[in-house]
C-alpha cells in the first residue's frame, strides 16, 4: 500500500462490464468522466458497497473494504463513505438538521445537534436547519445533501452527479462551494459527471471510463493536451483527430499530412513512414492575420478554406478544409479577430499548427470512423 | 341490541388485524421491492378475496376446515377442536378474506418509498432495521394506518364468509353483521335498525380516517 488512501480495483462481468483501476489520494479529487453506460455510476457505487462485482479489491487507508480474494465485503455501513445522490435522497420526513443527526453515531445528543449545526453553517444553511426537504430550493437541498454525507466523519467521500439538477447560476456557485469546502476536508473524493468542463474545473486528475475500463487517469491539463489514444481524445469531445506518417526528412524528424510536413516540439523516436495518430489542441491553432503574416506564424502554416464560422459570444468556432483529403481543422478565436480578418464560409484563412500542441499517439483501427 | 354479538365482532377484528397487520407490512414490502417471476400470480391471489363472492370463499374454506381435510386435521391434533363453528375458524377466515385490504395499502405505500432513499440510509450507517424503523417506516404509514382502519372495519361487516364458516352461534361465531341478518328475520326491526345505525356511522368514521390520512400523506413531501 502506497501513500494513496484509496484504491480501487474492479472487475465486473455482471449487469454494466467492469475492468479497471485508480487510486485517490487524501484530499485529492478525482473526476470519473465518460459517456452513458461506461460505468461511472456502477465504480461510485461498487465503492460505496451498495454493488458487489465479480472481482475486486478495494483499499482505504490500507484497510479492506473488499478483497473478493479473500472473501471481504464490508458493507454500506461499515464502510463510513459519505455518498452524494444524483437526487439527493434526503429524508423527507426529517428536518434539514435531523437528516445530518440521523447520520451521525458518534458523541451525545447535544454535540451531535452542535456539530450538525456546525456543518450546516460550512454549507451555508444556517437558519434552515428546521425547514423539510420539500421546502428548499434544489440548491439547498444538495447542500444538505453535502453536509449530510459528511456528518458521518466519512473516509472517502463519493459524488454522484451532483450538479446535474439544479440550473445553471445555481450549479457554478455550488461548483465553487465544493472548490472551496475541498480545502477544509483532507479525504479522498470522487465525483462522477458526464460534463467535462465540470470535471476540468474541480478535478486534480480525472479518470476516462469507457465501456467499464480506465482507458487514462490524468491531470485535466496532461489530459486534454496529451491523450492516451485517439479514442480518449475523442471521449473528451475533442476535434482535429487525424492520422500521418512519420517522415525522416533532411531537416529532421517530421509529420507528413496532408501533403505537408510539420515539424514536431520533440521528435519521437519513431521510424521512417511509421502510421501515427495526432491530434493538436484548439488552443494551438493560431490564425494568422490576413495579408500580414509575421515571424511567429510561420510555425507549420496551413491553408484552407473556411467551412464554417459559428459566433458564440466572445468566441468564435472556426472550421477550416484544408488540402485536398478536405481534413478538417476547428479553433476558436475572438469574435472580434475574426471581424478584423473578415472570415466568412469561403474565403481561404491560414493558421499555424504549434509544434509543442502537435501530440502523437500509437495509431488504433477506428480512426476512420472519427466523426468530430 | 346484541352486546354479545357487538363484542365478538370486535374481537374478531382485533385478533385479524393483529395478525395481519405484521404480515401485511412484510408481504406488502416484499412486493414492493422485488422483482421475481409469478410476482403477478401472488398479487393476483392475494386480490381474489376482493372478487369472489363471499360465499364461494366460505365454501372452499368450510370444506377445507373439515374434519378429513388437512388444515382441519391439523388444528384438530393441535388444539383438539374442529376448525369449523369455531371462534378460531372465523379468525382464520378473515385473515383470508382480508388479505388485499392489509397488503394493498402497504405496498402502494412502500411503493412510493425512493430506492436511493434506502442506499442513503446505509450511506449514512443505517443498519437495515433502523432503516426500516426511522426510514422506511415513518414514510409508509399512512399506508399501514389505512390497511389497519380498512382490514378492522371490513372485519366487522364481514357477513358471508362468517356465515358459511361459523354459523350463528351466540358468543362463539354469532357476530354483529349476523346477529342484524338474524333480527330482520325474526322481525326485529328496532334492534336491526340500532345495529346498523352503529355499523354505518363507525364505518364512515373509519373510512373518513382513512382519507383524512392519505390527505396527509400527500403532503408529506414524498416525491
Sequence with gaps: ?372 | MDWTAFRLSLELAAWTTAILMPLGLLVGRWLAYRRFRGRGLVEAAIALPLVLPPTVLGYYLLVSFGGDMPIGQFWQQLTGRGLNFSFAGIVIASIIFNLPFAIQPVQRAFETVPPHLREAAWCSGLSGWRTFTHIELPLVWPGVISAFVLTFIHTIGEFGVVLMVGGSIEGETRTIAIAIYDRVQAFDDEAAGAMSLLLLVASFIAIALVYGLAGKGRGVGVR
Design chain 1, 1 to 372: 500500500m502506497s501513500a494513496d488512501d484509496l484504491s480501487v480495483e474492479l472487475v465486473n462481468r455482471r449487469g454494466i462490464p467492469l475492468d479497471l483501476r485508480f487510486n485517490v489520494r487524501a484530499g485529492e479529487l478525482l473526476a470519473l468522466v465518460g459517456p452513458s453506460g461506461s460505468g461511472k455510476t456502477t465504480t461510485l457505487r461498487a465503492i460505496a458497497g451498495l454493488l458487489r462485482p465479480t472481482h475486486g479489491l478495494i483499499l482505504c487507508q490500507g484497510a479492506p473494504w473488499l478483497d473478493t480474494r479473500q472473501g471481504i465485503a464490508l458493507t454500506p455501513q461499515q464502510r463510513r463513505v459519505g455518498m452524494v445522490f444524483q437526487d439527493y435522497a434526503l429524508f423527507p420526513h426529517l428536518t434539514a438538521l435531523d437528516n445530518l443527526r440521523l447520520a451521525m453515531d458518534d458523541g451525545d445528543t447535544n454535540s451531535r445537534r452542535q456539530r450538525a449545526m456546525e456543518l450546516l453553517r460550512m454549507v451555508r444553511l444556517e437558519g434552515l436547519e428546521g425547514r423539510y426537504p420539500s421546502q428548499l430550493s434544489g440548491g439547498q437541498q444538495q447542500r444538505v445533501a453535502v453536509a449530510r454525507a459528511l456528518a458521518r466523519r466519512p473516509r472517502v467521500l463519493l459524488l454522484d452527479e451532483p450538479f446535474s439538477a439544479v440550473d445553471m447560476m445555481t450549479r457554478q456557485r455550488l461548483q465553487r462551494e465544493l472548490a472551496l469546502l475541498r480545502q477544509s476536508i483532507n479525504i479522498p473524493i470522487v465525483l462522477v459527471t458526464h460534463d467535462l468542463q465540470e470535471a476540468r474545473a474541480l478535478a486534480d486528475r480525472i479518470c476516462v471510463l469507457h465501456q467499464g475500463n480506465s482507458l487514462q487517469t490524468d491531470a485535466p491539463d496532461t489530459l486534454f493536451r496529451e491523450p492516451r489514444s485517439a479514442r480518449v481524445a475523442r471521449l473528451l469531445g475533442q476535434p482535429n483527430l487525424f492520422q500521418g506518417l512519420i517522415r525522416h526528412s533532411p531537416a529532421g524528424l517530421r509529420l507528413s499530412w496532408n501533403g505537408r510536413l510539420l515539424e514536431l516540439h520533440q521528435p519521437p523516436e519513431l521510424a521512417d513512414g511509421a502510421r501515427v495518430d495526432w491530434y493538436i489542441p484548439e488552443s494551438d491553432i493560431i490564425l494568422h492575420r490576413r495579408e500580414r503574416p509575421s515571424q511567429g506564424e510561420r510555425e507549420n502554416p496551413i491553408n484552407g478554406i473556411v467551412e464554417e464560422c459559428i459566433t458564440l459570444g466572445v468566441q468564435t468556432s472556426v472550421t477550416l478544409r484544408c488540402g485536398e483529403s478536405g481534413e478538417r481543422l476547428r479553433f476558436n478565436t475572438s469574435t472580434h479577430a475574426a471581424r478584423r480578418n473578415g472570415l466568412v464560409p469561403g474565403i481561404t484563412a491560414t493558421v499555424s499548427l504549434l509544434s509543442q500542441g502537435i501530440h502523437l499517439m500509437a495509431p488504433s483501427t477506428e480512426i476512420s470512423t472519427a466523426e468530430e
